[in-house]
């Protein structure tokens, strides 16, 4: 049980976040513990929601990948919750625990097939908050050999936000239902 | 609010007389949460709850993760304030000549 009781949902009248709510229980990222968990913040809760959700499922990046850059994100935070959460729309499009599991952890390995643009990407996320001090003009010139300066910005974006509320949700000590 | 006092509050926050109890413990939450995680447990928990509710710490806590991770990706893009601190606009070489490398707040001994 997390340190902070999550609102019942019928506690949640503001009708926009009843509705993200409803949309990260389809997609399956967040589920509704973190919506009503924010929603003690009203001010935050929407928008929070709202970029947790588009930076995630919208966008010019594969979602799958993002999905696997999302847990390894997770994984390292040591956060339970957004590591056992998995999103039904990466898994409809062909995303399996095995692929997961590569992309956190043997993404390098040739025999694993990852692209070089995947390669590069999943080592962004790796390497943010292990080691930013890698993350220098070179890298960012390899980047780019791959991803366009937007998409860089959304895989940048989404790492730091997606990073910094697994630490939040490991802070409050927060595990998934199922 | 003055740079003095926000450098104290961020290097010195803890033996400090110009921050109250409550603000010590926020302070200490934004600093455990990015370099000592396990340490914000039920213990700290129950610290907080001395000063803020419930409603006020998920609001404290969710600022603090965006900042955690937003600071670090900007970082890595090495790009600096517009602004010199007497208000000039300065480039961006000049710029990192003033402002410097990563606050040394994110460095793991600064929770210890």
Same mark, same amino acid.
């Given at each position: 049980?997390?340190?902070?009781?999550?609102?019942?949902?019928?506690?949640?009248?503001?009708?926009?976040?009843?509705?993200?709510?409803?949309?990260?229980?389809?997609?399956?990222?967040?589920?509704?513990?973190?919506?009503?968990?924010?929603?003690?913040?009203?001010?935050?809760?929407?928008?929070?929601?709202?970029?947790?959700?588009?930076?995630?499922?919208?966008?010019?990046?594969?979602?799958?990948?993002?999905?696997?850059?999302?847990?390894?994100?997770?994984?390292?935070?040591?956060?339970?919750?957004?590591?056992?959460?998995?999103? +039904?729309? %990466?898994?409809? @499009?062909? !995303?399996?625990?095995?692929?997961?599991?590569?992309?956190?952890? $043997?993404?390098?390995?040739? &025999?694993?097939?990852?692209?070089?643009?995947?390669?590069?990407?999943?080592?962004?996320?790796?390497?943010?908050?292990?080691?930013a001090a890698q993350l220098d003009?070179?890298?960012?010139?390899?980047?780019?050999?791959?991803? +366009?300066? %937007?998409?860089? @910005?959304? !895989?940048?974006?989404?790492?730091?936000?997606?990073?910094?509320? $697994?630490?939040?949700?490991? &802070?409050?000590?927060?595990?998934?239902?199922? | 609010?003055?740079?003095?006092?926000?450098?104290?509050?961020?290097?010195?926050?803890?033996?400090?007389?110009?921050?109250?109890?409550?603000?010590?413990?926020?302070?200490?939450?934004?600093?455990?949460?990015?370099?000592?995680?396990?340490?914000?447990?039920?213990?700290?928990?129950?610290?907080?709850?001395?000063?803020?509710?419930?409603?006020?710490?998920?609001?404290?806590?969710?600022?603090?993760?965006?900042?955690?991770?937003?600071?670090?990706?900007?970082?890595t893009l090495k790009f600096y304030?517009?602004?010199?601190?007497?208000?000039?606009?300065?480039?961006?070489?000049?710029?990192?000549?003033?402002?410097?490398?990563?606050?040394?707040?994110?460095?793991?001994?600064?929770?210890?």
């Open positions: 049980m997390s340190h902070i009781a999550p609102l019942p949902k019928e506690a949640i009248t503001n009708p926009e976040l009843r509705a993200l709510i409803a949309e990260g229980e389809a997609l399956g990222v967040p589920d509704d513990l973190f919506g009503r968990i924010v929603a003690r913040a009203p001010e935050q809760a929407v928008p929070l929601m709202r970029a947790l959700l588009m930076s995630h499922a919208q966008g010019h990046v594969d979602h799958k990948l993002k999905e696997i850059m999302r847990i390894l994100l997770a994984r390292f935070a040591g956060d339970k919750y957004f590591a056992s959460l998995r999103s +039904s729309k %990466a898994r409809a @499009m062909g !995303l399996t625990e095995t692929r997961i599991d590569e992309g956190c952890y $043997a993404y390098e390995d040739d &025999s694993k097939g990852f692209s070089e643009a995947e390669r590069c990407a999943l080592r962004y996320a790796d390497l943010m908050f292990l080691d003009k070179a890298f960012y010139d390899e980047m780019k050999t791959y991803w +366009s300066e %937007a998409q860089i @910005m959304e !895989l940048g974006a989404f790492i730091a936000f997606h990073y910094g509320m $697994a630490m939040f949700m490991r &802070s409050l000590g927060a595990k998934a239902a199922g | 609010m003055s740079e003095a006092l926000l450098d104290e509050g961020i290097d010195n926050y803890a033996a400090s007389e110009r921050f109250t109890a409550a603000e010590k413990i926020a302070l200490r939450y934004s600093e455990l949460m990015s370099v000592k995680p396990d340490a914000v447990d039920a213990n700290f928990f129950e610290e907080l709850r001395k000063y803020y509710s419930d409603d006020e710490i998920v609001e404290l806590g969710a600022f603090i993760g965006f900042n955690l991770g937003y600071h670090t990706f900007f970082g304030p517009l602004f010199s601190p007497d208000g000039r606009l300065v480039s961006q070489a000049e710029s990192e000549t003033i402002y410097g490398a990563a606050p040394t707040s994110l460095k793991p001994e600064a929770a210890e």
